[in-house]
């Protein structure tokens, strides 16, 4: 169908003054005696346009005027009688779709929960919109940021042999029923579709180490799958995950990517989406865009885990989880070191090896691994990752000790083998990500259909 995005008509000035067609949907309706009123939205921008019926010039069947209903309306883009926006006055109303009064999003204010239980219309509210708006825009600052640096994007499989972080969380990959007269495991993956056990990616972390171990500096930006059984508001089944993976680097060099990348991006987010922005500000979190501002100006901090412990200590009576050397960190542990102590985002690096994937680089103290965590305020660990281990008998000796089977990681033992080098990376999720820049408090509510457990709608 021709016609014009309302963003467009609602911003460039060679429209004021023209005949425009405009489709979109009913968003508000008010009718007087002489004239109704239509606020109208495509989806393409925050604010809607403002559609004046002269009654007396024209008729418009009433369906056109309900919640929810789909028009097309043509007529003259002209200065808003009221404030300093535009309105087009109609000449002609089209109905395309009629919304009967039982549409699920009324006017009155509903709830995130409610809106959960219809995913397919959730996107028509103001909130949900402005959430994939933005959504949208930081995902390709990301692509920008990269490209600008140098870094070559990579799509790693999603379905793999190996488990990369070795938490017992993947997904099966399989078309074989089981059968009773299978004798073992063994028995039964030899007869399913790859002839091994097979799964899908938590991550595409050690197809991007073959990567980087020749180009340079890769990142992959596709989705993840976790089967972990946990019912958080930070957790997804599916969610998109963002990994560079750098050679020829060390932690140091990780961490200034990652903290230039996260301040690139809540620029981009706060430059390009400046009503959605102040949407959530309003609505969602009070000030969030200053404490957007102040984050993208300020260094972060960094604190090695064996202080946070001891932070963490003197004030163990205000947690649910007991602290001591070797725990891992909870999310209220997390969260109090970024939102009490260092009120910014903290890089907790250097955790003891026990908590560690295999692959993190071994430090000389024989305890930790070079790893690294970024927290931030509302959310706690946003990004994780590590210099990668690169010696290959070092490599050999923490995957024995974690009792893998070390033949199914042939390929990625052979890029310690053949012109080893340092290096490492991190991966972000990009629905935490989401949810820090927009406020919104349940990672549900930031990816299109969300899949958690007993839950895939
Ligand atoms: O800390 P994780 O498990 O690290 C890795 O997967 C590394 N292989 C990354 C790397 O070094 N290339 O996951 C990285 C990030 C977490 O910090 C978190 O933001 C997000 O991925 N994440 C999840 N997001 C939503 N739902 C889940 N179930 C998530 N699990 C991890
Ligand atoms: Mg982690």
């Known amino acids: 169908m021709k016609h014009t995005d309302i963003y467009d008509a609602l911003n460039k000035e060679e429209f004021l003054g023209q005949e425009l067609v405009v489709c979109g949907w009913v968003r508000t309706s008010r009718d007087s005696s002489q004239v109704s ?56 109303v089209a109905l395309l779709g009629k919304c009967p009064a039982e549409y699920p999003i009324q006017k009155k204010r509903t709830t995130l929960e409610f809106l959960r239980t219809i995913p397919h219309l959730r996107l028509r509210t103001n909130t949900f919109a402005a959430v994939f708006r ?31 972080e070795g938490a017992g969380e993947m997904f099966r990959v399989t078309t074989q029923p089981w059968k009773t007269d299978f004798k073992s495991e063994e028995e039964y993956y030899k007869n399913d579709f790859f002839g091994v056990k097979a799964g899908l990616s938590v991550s595409g972390q050690l197809e991007g180490e073959v990567a980087a171990t020749a180009l340079g500096k890769i990142y992959t930006f ?61 609505f969602v979190e009070k000030g969030i865009i200053d404490k957007l501002e102040h984050v993208a100006n300020s260094e972060f901090a960094v604190c090695d885990y064996t202080e946070a412990i001891e932070i963490l200590k003197k004030e163990k009576d205000r947690f649910e989880f007991p602290v001591e050397w070797g725990c891992d960190l909870q999310s209220e542990h997390e969260r109090y ?22 692959y993190m680089l071994q430090n000389p103290d024989g305890k930790t691994v070079a790893a690294v965590d970024l927290l931030v305020p509302g959310i706690g ?47 972000l999720g990009f ?26 709608m």
């Open 337 to 358: 070191l970024t939102e009490v102590v260092y009120k910014r985002p903290v890089f907790v690096i250097n955790y003891p090896k026990e908590i560690k994937s295999f």
């Open 381 to 427: 660990e946003i990004i994780g990752g590590s210099q990668r281990e690169a010696d290959y008998d070092k490599l050999i000796a923490a995957m024995r000790a974690r009792k893998m089977d070390i033949s199914s990681y042939k390929q990625y033992l052979d890029l310690r083998l053949f012109g080893s080098v340092p290096h490492g990376g991190f991966g």
């Open 134 to 164: 933005v959504r949208s825009v930081a995902a390709q600052a990301i692509h920008r940021f990269f490209a600008e640096k140098r870094f070559y994007y990579m799509n790693t499989p999603l379905i793999t042999g190996s488990d990369c």
């Open 431 to 456: 629905e935490r990500f989401v949810m820090y820049v927009t406020g919104m408090e349940n990672i549900r509510d930031v990816i299109l259909f969300p899949r958690s457990v007993k839950n895939i």
């Open 222 to 282: 596709g989705p993840s799958f976790r089967a972990e059984n946990s019912n958080t508001t930070r957790h997804l089944a599916e969610f998109w995950h963002v990994e560079p993976e750098i050679a020829f680097a060390e932690l140091p060099e990780i961490m200034q990517i990652a903290e230039e990348m996260l301040k690139y991006l809540i620029r981009a987010v706060l430059d390009e989406c400046p009503e959605e922005m102040k949407f959530f500000d309003s």
């Open 37 to 92: 009123f239509l606020e109208l939205s495509d989806g393409s921008s925050f604010t809607r346009l403002q559609i004046v019926i002269d009654k007396n010039a024209l008729n418009v069947e009433p369906e056109c005027l309900k919640l929810g209903a789909s028009v097309c309306v043509s007529g003259k883009l002209v200065k808003a009688f009221k404030g300093d926006g535009v309105e087009l006055n109609a000449s002609a």
